[in-house]
C-alpha cells in the first residue's frame, strides 16, 4: 500500500505524538480514508519527513505516533529564485507545477511593462492556487522542501527579495553574445536570480535597471521558446550541469 505524504504547515509534536486537525484531519480521514494503525508521512517543508502511523482518531482530531524523522541533507546544486512574468490562464499553473518538480526554491511573479496579467485583491485566489499547486508538486515529486510562493511584485520591488544574492541573470532577447554557458561556468558560488520578462520582451529602460542592480543579460540561443517553457529549459539546464558534478 503507498504511504503518502503529508505537507503540514506548523507541526507541533509532544512526547513522539503529532495531533492534526481541521483541514489536515480531514483530508487525511475523509480523502485518504486512512484508518487507525495505517502509515502517513508528513513534511514541515523545511526539510524534514517524519514517517508516522495513526495511533488514534477522536472526535475531528488525528493522533499520529512519529517513528522517526529524516532530515534532507543540502544539496548540491545552487538554490534558484525564479522571477517570471505571469502567464494567462492555466499555463502558469502548469509552470509552478513543474518548476517545483525541477527543485525551484523560490518562485516571484514579477510585473513588467508588458506583463498582460495584472493583480487586484480579489485575485488573491490565483496566489493561493499557487501555493497549493507547489505543495501538491512537492509531494508527488519526493522534495523535502516546498518552494516559496511571494506575491506578484513591480519589477523594481524585487530586490528586497534577492538582495543576498550575487549571481543575477537576465534572459534577453535581444541578447547575442553571452550565452547561458558562460554565466554557469563564471559564476560565484552561491544562491542565482533568473529574470524571465513577459511575451512582449522586456522593455529597454527595465533591461538597464536590471543591468544598475547587478544582472548579467544572457541568451538561450537562436530558438524562441514560450514564456512556461523558458524557465524549465533553464532549470532543467542547472539540474543537469550540477547533478554531474
Not at 4 to 13: E, S, Y
Not at 26 to 48: C, F, M, P, S
Not at 213 to 236: A, D, H, K, M, Q
Request: proline share 4%.
Amino acid at each position: 500500500m503507498e504511504i503518502r505524504r503529508v505537507f503540514v504547515d506548523k507541526l507541533k509534536i509532544k512526547n513522539g505524538m503529532a495531533l492534526l486537525a481541521g483541514p489536515m484531519y480531514k483530508y487525511i480521514v475523509t480523502v485518504l480514508r486512512k484508518a487507525v494503525g495505517e502509515r502517513i508521512d508528513l513534511i514541515d517543508g523545511k526539510g524534514y519527513l517524519y514517517r508516522c502511523v495513526i495511533n488514534n482518531i477522536k472526535g475531528k482530531e488525528l493522533y499520529l505516533q512519529v517513528l522517526d524523522a529524516e532530515h534532507r541533507p543540502e544539496e548540491k546544486r545552487p538554490k534558484v529564485t525564479l522571477c517570471v512574468s505571469p502567464i494567462k490562464g492555466p499555463r502558469m499553473d502548469w509552470l509552478m507545477e513543474k518548476a517545483t518538480e525541477l527543485g525551484v526554491e523560490k518562485i516571484l511573479p514579477v510585473l513588467f511593462k508588458r506583463t498582460v496579467v495584472r493583480f487586484e485583491e480579489k485575485e488573491k485566489e490565483k496566489f493561493d492556487r499557487w501555493r497549493r499547486i507547489t505543495i501538491e508538486a512537492s509531494r508527488q515529486s519526493g522534495r523535502f522542501t516546498i518552494p516559496e510562493v511571494i506575491e506578484p511584485t513591480p519589477l523594481r520591488g524585487i530586490l528586497s527579495h534577492i538582495d543576498h544574492i550575487e549571481n543575477r541573470w537576465a534572459f534577453y532577447e535581444r541578447e547575442k553574445v553571452r550565452s547561458m554557458k558562460d554565466l554557469i561556468y563564471s559564476q560565484v558560488e552561491g544562491e542565482i536570480c533568473i529574470i524571465i520578462g513577459p511575451e512582449g520582451g522586456i522593455e529597454e529602460l527595465e533591461i538597464e535597471w536590471l543591468k544598475e542592480n547587478g544582472f548579467v543579460t544572457c541568451t538561450l540561443g537562436e530558438n524562441i521558446f514560450r514564456s512556461e517553457t523558458t524557465p524549465l529549459v533553464i532549470l532543467s539546464i542547472i539540474l543537469y550541469e550540477y547533478c554531474k558534478r
